[in-house]
């Protein structure tokens, strides 16, 4: 009996051993396996790509921006770099579509949502010895098209807080409505400039446009451009004052084709030597028919625009009536109007007949 339960305890240590190192051996080859499963998985692409993006959506920007071989060498600052990387990574999709596209200082890659949008292109190159991964993430900026900025002379625009730079500074052109002005006489101005190696939209703002007021207009896309404009508004008082010159000036305008002002009246408002005053000095009105009076109504003006400190243009519209005796007749008229101070007064340089 004695000899019997050393048995069975000898037997039952033995089993418990075996148990024990086969659980040993069990959680080693485990162990080794998940290891190597790791390593394999580190080594994928897919994998760079998932611990790339993590950063990303944990916001680890100064690293990324470290890590990025295209910022070094475009030398594209941190904060440009930053916003192009928020911008890009907005919306993160949960299961991105990695697509192999090409070679270029490294595998390229294109990033896609789920739908098939484009989301980025990214560069992997193979990472130093002894790192996780065994490629590095880059994502290759896209930059946009040229952005071009039109603006009236004299005004100071922002971007992104800083002063636009002198030399994107493309050309100087002659605002609409004032391209044949007597030769002393200064026109007013557009600037234009043109700004590339951008990532992202900036901001634009105007410097002191709490004094004077402006708007800016854009982006729009054309010819390959992104484009926007920064036009000078009217305060309430300068545009009630135009108002009241423009309406002058077209009834005037109107009257005189129907002898019903004079050619003095109409000179006096003309800034002499521009083309639209030449052509009324050539204008013969006396073939207009006799009639006993005129009216205007459902008078409007407005679009109202500044292309600087001394020059706007206003648009006129009025219902023009003949009377002849106990008859009416009734002419719609539309005008654009150019108006340039010059010497202290305000004068009519053109007139476009809408």
């Known amino acids: 009996m004695k000899k019997n339960k050393t048995r069975k305890h000898q037997f039952a240590r033995g089993m418990a051993l075996f148990w024990a190192v086969g659980l040993v051996v069990i959680a080693l080859g485990l162990g080794w396996l998940w290891f190597a499963l790791d390593r394999y998985e580190a080594s994928t692409p897919e994998a760079a790509v998932r611990h790339y993006l993590q950063q990303v959506a944990q916001g680890e920007w100064d690293a990324l921006y470290e890590e990025s071989r295209s910022a070094a060498e475009q030398k594209i600052s941190r904060s440009a770099y930053t916003e192009y990387l928020k911008e890009t990574y907005q919306e993160l999709p949960e299961n991105p579509r990695l697509v192999r596209t090409g070679e270029e200082g490294g595998t390229v890659y294109r990033l896609y949502e789920e739908e098939g949008k484009q989301i980025a292109s990214l560069c992997l190159i ?11 993430v880059d994502t290759l900026p896209e930059y946009l098209d040229p952005l071009v900025i039109e ?12 002063p636009l730079p002198e030399s994107a500074l493309r050309e100087t052109v002659t605002a609409t409505g ?86 003095e009246e109409l000179d006096a408002l003309l800034l002499p030597g521009t083309p639209f005053y030449r052509s009324m000095q050539q204008f013969y009105n006396g073939w207009y028919v006799e009639h006993t009076g005129h009216d205007y109504r459902n008078l409007v003006c407005d679009a109202f625009e500044s292309a600087g400190e001394d020059a706007f243009s206003a648009h006129v519209s009025f219902d023009y009536v003949i009377l002849r005796g106990t008859k009416e007749y009734l002419y719609p008229s539309s005008y654009r109007l150019y108006f340039l101070r010059t010497q202290g007064e305000w004068k009519l340089v053109r007139l476009d007949t809408l």
Not at 126 to 136: D, S
Not at 151 to 162: F, I, K, M, R, S
């Open 126 to 136: 193979e990472a130093p010895e002894g790192e996780k991964y065994a490629y590095q």
């Open 151 to 162: 603006l009236p002379q004299g005004t100071e625009v922002l971007l992104d807080g800083e």
């Open 178 to 263: 004032y391209e044949d002005l007597p030769e002393g006489t200064p026109s007013p101005q557009l600037l234009r400039y043109e700004l590339t190696g951008l990532l992202t939209l900036p901001k634009l703002e105007v410097e002191g446009a709490n004094e004077d007021p402006y708007q800016i207009s854009g982006p729009s896309e054309a010819k390959g451009e992104i484009c926007y404009q920064v036009t000078r508004l009217l305060t309430q008082e300068q545009e009630a004052q135009a108002a009241e010159l423009a309406q002058r000036a077209a009834k005037t305008y109107a009257a005189f084709v129907t002898q019903d002002a004079s050619r």
